[in-house]
């Protein structure tokens, strides 16, 4: 499944102008397509990450009270009270997203950005039929811990400098006064610049940077785990929930860092089968093997069976008729039959009418009730017979083994 990744347009350009796009392989490895184009001529696909641009979000590192984030309405009466000394705006006319897996006690971030804003770019392209699953931000602080990310983007004439560090996202022009703010760059620092400035990127920096191009910069930017779609952009738990297990099974499913795990899935399930398959050729094959033994048998015993069907059956028809032809007696004549079935019934109960035809035995007149006929055909089975009435009549033949 293919990623589209668009951006948002920042004010005041009009919610329905052009959307900068790029469309990858679900395995993030190769750009198939990108441009710009209003919502309704984007590339329809079942997902669509919108990226907000750095220069619609502003930063702040708060520390959550406990009990704060037992529900939604709480949440954002908090932030309301903890953010409205740092903003220029209103608290109420903006969107609020805290960093993943936030926790009350310690140190979060929150992204903040124009809620009307926001929630028009995300109407407009719904509106279109292009169904936003994440909102993901341009920038994003770094982990603790983690070097800081220094980007020069945009082109000659408005081009910036983002710093990305522990401490936030700082947009600064691309210019002697913004290389002088960044100052000595700390070692490991990783340094990307796009191909429109980074001639003057290396000059200003004293050093070479690397070019990345504005699409991969915003495929690594939908790796990030961050979602802007918080509190009325995700109206429901189960909407989160949904986003969160989407976001997992992306990951797991195109992210580079489980390629080894695919593999060793795949290794796994293609083991499996085969291992299943060369058992079951096993089990078939011993199932032949003693299928054909019977066969032999009956061959060697009988050679005048040239064609076995059945191979116990006509083993026990053979016989039978070997029995008969020599004047031995079998459990299908007559006598055998008639006795057995004498010291099965009740005492007292004597037929009226007995008939013998071809193995099976009729006895009528026996006036049997429905519970001494089930316990004459138990009887009878355990003998090796199979017993069953219907109405005054009492039939019985041999079992055929099997």
Request: charged share 20%; aromatic share 6%; proline share 9%.
């Amino acid at each position: 499944m293919p990623l589209l990744l668009v951006t948002a347009p920042l004010p005041p350009a009009p919610a329905g102008g052009d959307y900068a796009w790029a469309v990858w392989s679900s395995d993030g490895r190769k750009l198939r397509s990108q441009g710009s184009a209003p919502p309704a001529l984007l590339p329809s696909g079942d997902e669509l990450t919108l990226g907000v641009p750095a220069a619609a979000l502003s930063w702040h590192q708060v520390t959550l009270p406990q009990g704060s984030m037992s529900g939604g309405v709480r949440l954002r009466s908090v932030l309301n009270g903890l953010l409205e000394d740092r903003l220029l705006d209103d608290p109420e006319q903006l969107h609020f997203a805290l960093e993943p897996d936030a926790r009350a006690g310690v140190p979060v971030w929150v992204a903040a950005c124009n809620r009307a804003w926001l929630r028009g770019v995300v109407q407009a392209l719904e509106s279109a039929g292009r169904r936003v699953t994440r909102i993901v931000p341009e920038f994003a602080p770094q982990p603790k811990g983690a070097p800081p990310m220094i980007f020069a983007i945009g082109e000659p004439g408005t081009a910036q400098l983002v710093v990305c560090d522990t401490e936030g996202v700082t947009p600064l022009p691309l210019d002697a006064a913004g290389a002088a703010l960044v100052g000595t760059v700390p070692e490991g620092t990783a340094m990307l610049a796009e191909p429109a400035v980074a001639e003057l990127a290396e000059s200003l920096l004293g050093r070479r940077v690397p070019i990345v191009k504005p699409a991969a910069r915003w495929l690594q930017a939908s790796r990030s785990p961050w979602d802007l779609a918080q509190f009325d952009l995700a109206s429901t738990g189960r909407a989160r929930a949904s986003k969160k297990l989407a976001a997992i099974w992306r990951a797991a499913w195109h992210g580079p860092e489980w390629r080894l795990a695919r593999w060793g899935a795949l290794v796994l399930v293609l083991a499996q089968l085969v291992g299943l398959n060369a058992w079951a050729w096993k089990e078939r094959s011993a199932l032949d093997s003693k299928r054909a033994a019977v066969n032999n048998i009956l061959k060697q015993t009988f050679p005048s069976v040239q064609l076995v069907v059945d191979a116990p059956a006509q083993m026990v028809r053979e016989v039978a008729t070997l029995q008969q032809a020599t004047g031995g007696v079998s459990a299908i004549d007559f006598e055998p039959m008639l006795g057995a079935v004498a010291t099965s019934l009740p005492p007292g109960r004597v037929p009226s009418a007995i008939d013998y035809t071809a193995g099976q035995l009729r006895l009528r007149g026996l006036g049997l009730q429905p519970s001494e006929a089930g316990n004459v055909a138990a009887t009878l089975s355990a003998r090796g017979y199979h017993a069953r009435s219907e109405g005054d009549l009492l039939l019985v033949q041999a079992e055929t083994p099997r």
